[in-house]
T-cell receptor, first 118, second 112 residues
Framework: GAGVSQTPSNKVTEKGKYVELRCDPISGHTALYWYRQSLGQGPEFLIY????????DSGLPNDRFFAVRPEGSVSTLKIQRTERGDSAVYLCASSLTGLGGTSYNEQFFGPGTRLTVL | GQNIDQPTEMTATEGAIVQINCTYQTSGFNGLFWYQQHAGEAPTFLSY????GLEEKGRFSSFLSRSKGYSYLLLKELQMKDSASYLCAVRVPSGGYQKVTFGTGTKLQVIP
C-alpha cells in the first residue's frame, strides 16, 4: 500500500480481555516500531523490529504486552489481561532501514489504533 | 534517562513567525527530529538535524546546538492549517541499535 496501515482503527474492550492490534508497514521497509500515545503526550516507545527480530523491546511496560513480526512485514501487538491504564492510541511506524548508522531513516507513521478499556 | 522539554502550548497570529523551543538531556545523541501532528492524526516528519546549525525547508526551519542541548523549530508566514502539535524527538543509542524518544509536544494555535 501507499502508507502504513493499522487495524482496527478503534477497539473497545473490557478489563481483563485480550486484544490484538495489527500493523501493515510500507512495502520494503525493514524496520517497524510500536509507540503508545496518551492524550496530550508525545508517542512513547514500546518496541522496535529489524526484520523479524525485536531489536529493542525495552519500552514494553510489562509482560502483558508482546509483539511479533513473523515474516518481517506485518506486525501484531498483543495485550493480555487489559487494564484501564492501557487505554491510549497505539501508533505503528516503519522506515526503510533501521536506526543504525548515520542515516536518519525517516519514520512513517500509521493512523493509529485507539484502544479503550472499560 | 532521557528528558526532552518543550512548552505545552503556544498561540500565534496568522502570517506571523513563531519559534518552538526544545531542550534535551539524553544518554547519548544521534540526531533530533521535528514532527507535526494534527489532532487525531499520525505524526508527519518535518525535519532532522544531526549537526549544529540551521536547516531550512520552505516555511519551516530547524536549528540545533548540541553543546547546549537545544533545538528550535521556526515557522514563518503562519497559516491556519499550521495549528497542530509539534513534537521534538531525539535519537539515542539503545542496546547496539538506536531508538527515538519523543517530547510531550507543543500545541500551536494559529489565530486570525
Amino acid at each position: 500500500g501507499a502508507g502504513v496501515s493499522q487495524t482496527p482503527s478503534n477497539k473497545v474492550t473490557e478489563k481483563g480481555k485480550y486484544v490484538e492490534l495489527r500493523c501493515d508497514p510500507i512495502s520494503g521497509h525493514t524496520a517497524l516500531y510500536w509507540y503508545r500515545q496518551s492524550l496530550g503526550q508525545g508517542p512513547e516507545f514500546l518496541i522496535y523490529f529489524q526484520g523479524t527480530g525485536a531489536a529493542d523491546d525495552s519500552g514494553l511496560p510489562n509482560d502483558r504486552f508482546f509483539a511479533v513480526r513473523p515474516e518481517g512485514s506485518v506486525s501484531t501487538l498483543k495485550i493480555q489481561r487489559t487494564e484501564r491504564g492501557d487505554s491510549a492510541v497505539y501508533l505503528c511506524a516503519s522506515s526503510l532501514t533501521g536506526l543504525g548508522g548515520t542515516s536518519y531513516n525517516e519514520q512513517f507513521f500509521g493512523p493509529g489504533t485507539r484502544l479503550t478499556v472499560l | 534517562g532521557q528528558n526532552i522539554d518543550q512548552p505545552t502550548e503556544m498561540t500565534a497570529t496568522e502570517g506571523a513567525i513563531v519559534q518552538i523551543n526544545c531542550t534535551y538531556q539524553t544518554s547519548g545523541f544521534n540526531g533530533l527530529f521535528w514532527y507535526q501532528q494534527h489532532a487525531g492524526e499520525a505524526p508527519t516528519f518535518l525535519s532532522y538535524n544531526v549537526l549544529d546549525g540551521l536547516e531550512e525547508k520552505g516555511r519551516f526551519s530547524s536549528f540545533l546546538s548540541r553543546s547546549k542541548g537545544y533545538s528550535y523549530l521556526l515557522l514563518k508566514e503562519l497559516q491556519m492549517k499550521d495549528s497542530a502539535s509539534y513534537l521534538c524527538a531525539v535519537r539515542v543509542p539503545s542496546g547496539g541499535y538506536q531508538k527515538v524518544t519523543f517530547g510531550t509536544g507543543t500545541k500551536l494555535q494559529v489565530i486570525p
